[in-house]
């Protein structure tokens, strides 16, 4: 099992950015495909982008392609996700995710969860 810990949201200008952090609990870090999912007010949860265990392969949504970008450290059991060029419509609460390593991460789909952290874009 691990345990997740978002962190880096906050309040930012259009077209400004961000990056968001994920700690992970335990040893076997590297055992797991990372995600990001974000769920917006009214709306329904939703994929960002996903990351396989060893890093070499990631996933976009089309809405974030070519914006955002997933990355990941093994040896300090940390995701990130790196957001540019933000839209008022990419405010949300961000949701870091983990699941067992898999040999896709297409559709990724998250078994362990951190608690969210907010990411509002003012227009």
């Known amino acids: 099992q691990v345990q997740l810990v978002e962190s880096g949201g906050g309040l930012v200008q259009a077209g400004g950015s961000l990056r968001l952090s994920c700690a992970a609990s335990?040893?076997?870090?590297?055992?797991?495909?990372m995600g990001w999912f974000r769920q917006a007010p009214g709306k329904e949860r939703e994929f960002v982008a996903a990351i396989s265990w060893g890093g070499s392969r990631t996933y976009y949504a089309d809405s974030v392609k070519g914006r955002f970008t997933i990355s990941r450290d093994n040896a300090k059991n940390m995701v990130n996700l790196q957001m540019n060029s933000l839209k008022p419509e990419d405010t949300a609460v961000y949701y870091c995710a983990a699941t067992p390593r898999k040999w896709t991460i297409i559709p990724f789909s998250g078994d362990y969860w951190g608690q969210g952290t907010q990411v509002t874009v003012s227009s």
């Open positions: 335990g040893r076997t870090f590297s055992s797991y495909d």
